[in-house]
């Protein structure tokens, strides 16, 4: 419960769960359109999403922040190319392993078609073999019908026109002669007659039929002879093309045995190459760079990458808010879209290290020579005339004296006070009412340095002192509003020669600005606070405080 009311205090009165001063400004500050569009830009390439804010000004100064962020940016390149590196063996080995896999399928085709060719060839063997079967049987038919010539009927009919043509002529012959026959007379008497005339005229249409016949029977038994040469010499020809058929088809047997022969080396060959290949998918899956490693290497360096993005980018933020702070304006150097996702983050440091070349490029430029102005202002005149005891002007050290006794004392400064309570002495004033940027109106008023030496007759320099001085002012740097007064003269809460870390951290009130006297809107406050007051001797003899002042003016 006692936890639970000291957080709902903190929230209620303006305060962090631990209860730090919250710097809420009343209005955000006003979107840079570059970073509005830059952002619109790298949302639609598929960046990645707003960069974290830093609301604290760092401690460090920008030249050792820009530094830091550079060299997180040189390892964050390095970090991109071994991502590249691994994406690039990774794609490398899958492909290898996509190589080795199509080889292995496409060693089982090749055995598949050669295979398939062996049953071509089958089938084209079996198909000339019917084709030389066919040509074996013409040349055989048409060598039988050659070595024959003609057949017994054949033969016959030529014995039968022989024999006719024999027949004519003995029948022509005794025509011949019945009709000479016939010339003579057979009636023999009284007187002699019975002869006929015509016999002779008979006989000679007898011999010129005879003739004709003859003549007929042996053309036609000529052009029987002639037909039947003709017809040899076509089954001559009928039986050397089989015959020649028949040795085409032997060469094609031949020439197949041989493609055969060839096709078997070729699927020896394929199943060996099909080995092979799957010898080779098992090694490239097995083996221990596998695709799986460069998987892992991937997933387990993406991690680390962008957990190193981000704390480079969050130095780099930090670079620019010191940048900022130092140049007092709020232009963004960094946009949105540095990390890329789809792309494994490639390049982003690149982009850090060219937004930190910008940032240099803006701080050489932004560069001059500043006035550097000292001032030690007494507490005691700024006081004067200003604290009032019962109605009465008093000094800062019967102030001092009478707030420890109780008296309360009445301070005309707008911003000035002098309390007493718990046994801590708090004196508290403007730090327009130092009247430091009088000579500067025009200028730009930024502390540099503040020391503080306390005053009195018998305050030594060495003397232990338990103080410190504060501001009430929420931009400056983590731990840079406050300093503790160790001992009496010039004490600017630091450690005396320190070594390098003045030149690399914000001294304390560093930066604070310097309004002007007229200026009303500045509600700046200085407060110097000394704790167990009435145990401090040197609160009894002091007689003045001097505050010792750096500041610049741009």
Request: proline content about 3%.
């Amino acid at each position: 419960w006692e936890a639970l009311r000291i957080r709902l205090y903190n929230l209620r009165h303006n305060l962090t769960l631990d209860g730090q001063p919250l710097n809420l400004p009343l209005y955000a500050a006003p979107a840079d359109p570059k970073a509005l569009w830059a952002d619109a830009v790298a949302a639609e390439a598929g960046g990645a999403n707003a960069l974290p804010t830093i609301d604290n000004v760092p401690a460090l100064r920008f030249i050792p922040l820009m530094e830091g962020a550079r060299t997180m940016a040189s390892h964050l390149m390095l970090f991109g190319n071994a991502m590249r590196l691994i994406l690039e063996r990774q794609d490398a080995e899958g492909l290898l392993e996509l190589l080795s896999t199509q080889g292995v399928e496409l060693a089982a085709r090749s055995v598949e078609l050669q295979e398939q060719a062996l049953k071509e060839l089958d089938v084209e063997r079996k198909r000339i073999t019917v084709l030389m079967e066919v040509a074996r049987t013409r040349r055989d038919h048409y060598r039988s019908l050659y070595d024959e010539n003609m057949n017994t009927g054949e033969k016959l009919a030529l014995g039968f026109a022989q024999t006719r043509k024999a027949l004519t002529g003995v029948w022509g012959s005794l025509a011949v002669t019945a009709g000479l026959v016939n010339t003579f007379p057979n009636v023999f008497g009284t007187s002699n007659g019975g002869g006929r005339p015509s016999g002779p005229l008979q006989a000679a249409g007898t011999v010129a039929g005879l003739t004709m016949t003859g003549l007929e029977i042996a053309s036609e038994t000529i052009d029987k002879c002639e037909a039947y040469r003709r017809r040899r010499q076509d089954w001559e020809i009928q039986y050397k093309n089989a015959a020649g058929f028949m040795a085409a088809f032997q060469v094609q047997l031949e020439a197949l045995t041989a493609r055969e022969t060839s096709i078997n080396l070729q699927i020896a060959h394929a199943r060996s190459q099909e080995m092979n290949a799957q010898v080779q998918l098992a090694y490239h899956q097995g083996k221990a760079t596998a695709k799986a490693l460069y998987s892992w290497l991937r997933a387990r360096l993406a991690s680390i990458f962008y957990t190193y993005y981000d704390l480079t980018v969050t130095r780099c933020l930090m670079a620019q808010k010191a940048l900022q702070w130092e140049m007092g304006d709020n232009t963004r150097y960094l946009r949105t879209g540095t990390w890329n996702g789809a792309w494994s983050g490639l390049l982003c440091g690149e982009g850090l290290m060219l937004a930190l070349g910008q940032m240099e490029d803006a701080w050489v430029r932004w560069q001059k020579r500043e006035l550097e102005v000292t001032r030690d202002v007494s507490l005691a005149k700024v006081f004067d005339g200003k604290l009032l005891v019962d109605g009465e002007a008093v000094t800062l050290q019967d102030a001092i004296q009478s707030v420890q006794d109780g008296k309360e004392i009445d301070c005309t400064l707008p911003l000035g006070s002098l309390t007493f309570e718990s046994n801590k002495l708090s004196i508290q004033f403007g730090l327009k009412d130092l009247g430091l940027a009088q000579e500067f109106e025009d200028g730009i008023c930024r502390i540099r340095r503040i020391a503080v030496s306390l005053d009195g007759p018998h305050v030594e320099s060495s003397e232990q002192v338990r103080a410190r001085l504060m501001t009430n002012y929420l931009g400056l740097p983590s731990g840079c509003h406050q300093s503790v007064i160790s001992h009496a003269r010039k004490d600017d809460g630091l450690f005396p020669q320190e070594g390098g870390n003045a030149a690399t951290r914000w001294l304390p009130f560093e930066g604070l600005p310097i309004a002007s006297a007229n200026d009303e809107d500045d509600k700046t406050l200085l407060s110097l606070t000394f704790a167990d007051a009435k145990d401090q001797q040197v609160l009894k003899e002091l007689s003045d405080i001097t505050l010792h002042i750096q500041f610049t003016v741009r």
